[in-house]
């Protein structure tokens, strides 16, 4: 039985993969009044008057709604919100097991981006975060753009910032390895889309001068045409050769390759192009741009994938639920840049240099330490950088 057969199996057994438990008993009269009526009023008058009270008087201290629209699901596409389900389910899951957050699925039946932004907009008063996922680009820039702007709550899309904060990790300690220096490195990201930019303008942030980003067209470049809003954004700050061509013609000569686009738009050959010891994330699931065994068959020194099937999983289940646990630990009313960076960093850390080889440059998922080290750096610098409330 293949793993698709086995998950659907289990996906019926399970009818479901969270419920919600009250925290309470009320098999008294007395217990009823404390947790209802009449008790509960004087909670209410409390939080009326102050609505930071709701933290500490409700569970939204430690609540987040994971929110789509079901457009951009895992790689199977806009196949709708109720479709979507299962997976903002599973990461329910996640969030519950690895941070100890509350999580609660809500798909959306709308695309339209005004919609969109006023429902979660309208939501905030019962969360402590809000957890975007799987929402197609472009429409996913400006729907966080929009509620960073007006939220007073965290609001984090995974398939962009956890995405981004786990290559980040990832290439910190593949370079210890080549001994290079990412102010050194040319970086080439291909899939411009909401994965790819951020992982770009993230790896900018972490020290990278170089960063090439590739799409349908080819290499994007400042002046290009038919680009989007966010794409349009990138092409000032990147590519500051102001190359031109396809992808094959930005790998040569490149040290870090990072796909996020589809299934074998690499070969082998174009790996040979690269610099020495040439780094390769073929991230596109469930089949990479290029297997391991034809990248590390092209000279690929290092080689990371979003699979469990190899070594070196570069999962963004290494990174939300310590962020929002960090968060929710501070009362941040953002998840900021420097955040990110912490926790990215702190990712890195977890593998000890002494057992940092080729084929371990990135912890495991399952292992509860790494989520507790991101939450405690970010907590940490979410207070350096003022934004939390505690």
Known sequence: MSIYDDSLKQHYMWKGKFETRSRV?????????????PGVAQACLEIQKDVNKSYELTRRWNSVAIITDGTAIL?????????????????????????????????LRTKDTDEIVRTIQILCGSFGGINLEDISAPRCFEIERRLKETCDIPVFHDDQHGTAIVVGAATLNALKIVKKNINDITCVINGAGA???SIGKFLLRLGAKDVIFCDKQGIIYEGMENLNPAQEEVSHISNKRHLKGLLKDALIGADLFVGVSAPRLV?????????????VFPLANPVPEITPEEAKLGGARIIGT?????????????VFPGVFRGALDARAKDINMEMMIAASKAIASMVDESELNENYIIPSAT????????AQAVKEMAIETHVNRI
Do not use: R, W
């Not at 997976?87 to 609660?104: N, S």
């Not at 699979?307 to 070196?312: C, L, V």
């Open 75 to 107: 790689g199977l596409g806009d196949i709708g919100p109720e479709a979507g389900m299962p997976v903002m389910e599973g990461k329910a899951a996640l969030f519950k097991t690895f941070g100890d957050v509350d999580c609660f699925p809500l798909c």
């Open 25 to 37: 008993e009320v098999d008294t009269n007395e217990k009823l009044m404390l947790a209802y009526t």
């Open 306 to 318: 979003g699979s469990s099937q190899y070594p070196n999983q570069i999962n963004n289940v290494l």
């Open 367 to 374: 292992n509860k330490k790494v989520h507790e080290k991101v």
């Open 267 to 279: 070969t082998k050959e174009m790996i040979q192009t690269m610099a020495k010891d040439p780094i």
């Open 195 to 197: 994965a790819g930019i």
